[in-house]
């Protein structure tokens, strides 16, 4: 782990988009590792230790900086790995039950817009589900404008965020701990914290709600009035610190640490908070990273699963009901002899080691078989028991391939008899049983609580168009607005002929899971190779790339000013969208066309708002006829899309343009309200003048 200026981080900020960055996970040429924000370095430099340095580079070898990750807020999970190890630390049963409980009120919740869980969730998913930002710009955009949440498109996107909560949770009990976060570790370099003491402070900035509260664990009450009498002092002269109201310090001496994958219950280390104000002082620079102590005999990471930090990322909770009263002893993960290294190494070396490192197809039938007997391990305190620590050693040799060069594939190891039913075996082949720890009890409850919620079959009513979309601009000539109505129908059959070919090569549903990236179906039917399955995630999203790539490419050919759609942004985008009325009708008639009423019995829902936008020339039933035709001749279900994959942002530009006429408007007609009267009774204050003098 190294360093990095001041300047250089600015410019990683500027090219990420990201408010606050205090880590880089990267490579430079030979060196490999995490630089972490140091404010006094100068110039653009970065400082680096020799573990970084991998491989020599020759003279001239370009010294790019390449971005692999860098540090930010995501949620925490619990998982069945994780469960297990807390069942063996003595974590009670009801723990477990009271937290599935909070996940399954939190997800049936999700069509509430007043809720913001929803979109977080849509942002922080599990690792299986694509990264898709349309869905957390959708969600967002509906949730901070207070739009109407009957629109057909967002209940079939919410439909399936949900079904593939409850998927998860039944396939892996994935469990999301509200008081937790995964982040990037890196090191103290100031050595100011003790032997077992981290220090984080998150700030949670895709929660527009909480988009600038600063969390911070501290070890008491003294520590926390002393942090917050040195905020009201220095916040406005120090531009790492912000105004104390934005921060929220809880009061907590201890905290849980873990990381993905862990088979041994020494890989549950409990950690504690920061116990004095020069400490976070010291640290105040530093967001969304978890700050190791350099002191100690053996380093925390190197008890936990033999990890390092090179860019691991670490799940922090600082839940009370999954921090064990006990620990166990870590394992020593430095034990393993290493194969003796070479110097030089030869093109057939190289090929040799790949290959056999591709062919490792034993390391999930270990950690199964892992889960499974420990299951049933009760007696011997779960993975505690001598053949889940057989299996637990053997995994670890397995990650550890690159040192040791132990194939597992040539060793045995104890072999799964009996499954417990939440690993969900075929029966034909397998002999299962119903498990009798909690870790079977929750697959039932989430199993019955997916099949109570697929009873609710999705329902996509017909709406309104809603007018907090409509842009209307009345210099436009109507030439140019029948020019844009038949470019959104040319688009609109367009893209729902790209939607049925990726649907139907990929076996989606509808277009609800390629917006959202939940392909239920698909991924049931590939969950026995994840490779099969990342691979095939993959080539759904590229597609989908390509279709909105193609159709933005359409929206902007007639424009006089060109849509940069790459802003991240907000604020950024905002700004160079407002000044272009163009864009901003063609984006309203693109979602009016989508959500056009297609019977004339439904006429009526084209309000007089959007016959404005649209024009007097525009001719409903040609267009009406028109695209039932298509859908009748290719045998389609109407999708309401086009506008959320290609201009969602726009259109959420417009809702701010038309909030805040509205606003204008409203405080017009309260000036003129309030002057009415006035006027009336200076009027009668006059005749009463005039007759007391007669």
Known sequence: ???????????????????????????????????????????????YRPSMNKYVTPEGFPTTIEVVNFSKYLDGFINRQIILLLMTLGVPDENFVELINRDFAEIDNYGNLSDNSIFLAAKHRDDEVLDNDNVYHLLKGFYENLLNDNDPFLNGVVYTIRARKYFTLRKKTNIRIKKSVRIIGVLDEYRVLDEEEVFAQLINENDPDRKNERKIIVRNQEVKDEIIQYLKENWEKDPFLDNPKN????????????????????????????????????????????????????????????????????????????????????????SFPEKESRKKFTRTDMIEFFV???????????????????????????????????????????????????????????????????????????DTVDSQTVQGRLFRMARTKQMKF?????????????????????????????????????????????????TNLFG???????????????????????????????????????MVQDLRNVFNQSLMIKVDFSIKDDDAFFASIKANPEALFKASIWYVISYLPLSDENLSLLTEEWLAVLGETFDYQYYKDEMVNFLAQREFQICYGLPWFTVSRILFTICKINKKLKKKEALNQSISTSIAPHEESSKLDSALNISFRN
């Open 247 to 334: 921060y929220d310090l809880v009061i907590l001496e201890k905290m849980m640490l873990t990381k993905n994958p862990c088979l041994h219950p020494g890989d549950i280390r409990i950690v504690y908070s920061i116990d004095s104000l020069a400490k976070f002082v010291r640290l105040r620079h530093l967001i969304n990273v978890i700050v190791f102590p350099q002191k100690g005999i053996i380093p925390i990471t190197c008890q936990i699963a033999g990890s390092d930090l090179d860019g691991d990322l670490y799940f922090l909770t600082w839940e009370p009901l999954i921090i064990p009263e006990r620990t166990s002893k870590p394992f020593d993960y430095d």
């Open 454 to 502: 697929f009873e609710q079959k999705l329902q996509t009513q017909i709406v309104s168009p809603d007018v907090s979309f409509a842009y209307n601009v009345s210099s436009m000539s109507l030439c140019i607005k029948d020019d844009f109505i038949h470019e959104a129908v040319v688009a609109w059959k367009d893209y729902h002929d790209k939607i049925a070919l990726i």
């Open 356 to 430: 056999k490192f591709m062919l490792f197809s034993c390391l999930g039938r270990v950690d199964n078989a892992h889960l499974a007997i420990g299951d049933f391990s009760k007696k011997e305190n779960y993975a505690l028991s001598k053949k889940c620590l057989e299996l637990f050693q053997l995994h670890a040799l397995s990650i550890d391939f690159a040192k040791t060069d132990v194939d597992i594939n040539e060793l045995e190891f104890p072999k799964v008899k009996i499954w417990p039913d939440f690993m969900e075996k075929p029966k034909d082949e397998f």
């Open 508 to 546: 989606a549903s509808n277009e609800f899971e390629l917006f959202s990236g939940n392909f239920i179906d698909v991924f049931v039917s590939t969950k026995k190779n994840p490779s099969q399955s990342a691979d095939l995630k993959d080539r759904v999203y590229l597609h989908i790339l390509q």
């Open 1 to 47: 782990i190294g360093t990095i200026s001041s300047r250089l981080m600015q410019k990683a900020k500027q090219i990420l988009q990201r408010g606050h960055l205090s880590a880089l996970q990267v490579r430079v040429g030979g060196l490999k590792g995490v630089l972490t924000f140091d404010p006094n370095l100068e110039g653009e430099t970065i400082c």
